[in-house]
Every structure is written in C-alpha cells, then in structure tokens.
C-alpha cells in the first residue's frame, strides 16, 4: 500500500509540473505577441525623420523596409493640389496603364509603383497615333498632362497628373501613404 502512496505523490508532482510549465508557455505567448504588436505597430507618419536621406539625385525615404525615390522631398508637396480616393490598394495586383509621354515622369512613377500592379503598360487615352493600345476612364490609368499648375485630380479610374516631376511626386506621396 505504501507504494500507492508514492505513485500518487509522484504523480502529483508530476501534474503540478506540466500545469507550471503550460502556463508558463501560455504566458509567454501572450506577452510575445503583445509585445510585437506594440513595436511593429505603425506610427500616424510612417517617415521617421533620420528614414529620409539625400542622395544627390532622389529624396530617399524608407517605410517598413521599402525604399521610395522621390525628385523632390515631402516638405516641399501641397497637398491641397491633390484631389484622389484611390489607394495603393486600388493597384496592388491589378493591371496600371500609363498615358507619360516624358521619360523622367514615368521613370520615377514605375520606380516607385512598379511592384504593386500585376503589371504596367504604356497606353493612350483615347485614339492614338502610336501603336499602342487605346484606353479609357474605366481602366486604371494614370495619365500626364504638360502644365504650368502642379495638379492631381481623379475622374473615375483615371488619375490625371499635370505639372512637373513635383505633381508626380504629390500623387507618389499620397498614394503611398506619406500624406
């Protein structure tokens, strides 16, 4: 009978152990994932002020480890000349056709965005007389119009971009989430 006695105790001891060391666990756990939830969570601005350098050419600027080139810095946008909705969420994965006829334009514009849509092609809104393929509002189209005014407006799908490398960089800037 002493022996029962002992298996009990062990098994006692052995119980209170594996509930220690399960709450112990489930501790853990939760406080791991507090915890990264607390640091990876994004602040109101996602540029940190030491994130943004310049390095002779392009305004560099890094958000959740992605770098962004810009021909201007963030300082100098109006953001009043900006009228979209649309979201970066508007391209991710889907088609984005262009209406830039300056090469700089639509290098800054694809070296920025050129990982979200599935892909980019160059277009024309409207009839062309280039061999490329015709387009209207109801694609998404980005499109550049020469402009003394810097101004980014929306009609349906298209984003008309008018001005200089600064309105390219305001609707960058917007669309990325930086203002």
């Known amino acids: 009978m ?12 052995e119980k209170r152990l594996k509930i220690f ?29 030491e994130e943004q350098n310049y390095d002779g050419k392009y305004w560099n600027y890094n958000s959740d480890g992605t770098n962004f080139y810009f021909s201007n810095p963030l300082e100098s946008i109006d953001e009043s000349s900006i009228n ?21 334009f639509l290098e800054e514009l694809t070296l920025n965005m050129g ?14 007389e280039k061999d490329l393929p015709e387009k209207t509002c109801e694609d998404n189209l980005i499109v550049w119009k020469e402009s003394k005014n810097n101004l980014v407006y929306q009609l349906d799908n298209c984003i008309f971009i008018e001005g200089d490398l600064v309105s390219i960089d305001s609707f960058l800037y917007k669309i990325l989430g930086f203002i």
Not at 2 to 13: A, F, G, L, P, Q
């Open 115 to 128: 990982r979200y849509p599935s892909r980019i092609q160059p277009v024309c809104l409207g009839e062309c």
């Open 2 to 13: 002493r022996k029962i006695n002992v298996h009990d105790s062990e098994n006692k001891k």
């Open 84 to 104: 979209i909705d649309k979201t970066l969420n508007d391209y991710l994965g889907k088609e984005l056709f262009l209406d830039i006829k300056n090469e700089a």
């Open 21 to 49: 060391f399960g709450l112990f666990l489930i501790f853990i756990m939760i406080f791991s994932t507090a915890g990264f939830a607390l640091l990876s969570s994004n602040p109101s601005n996602p540029i940190e002020e």
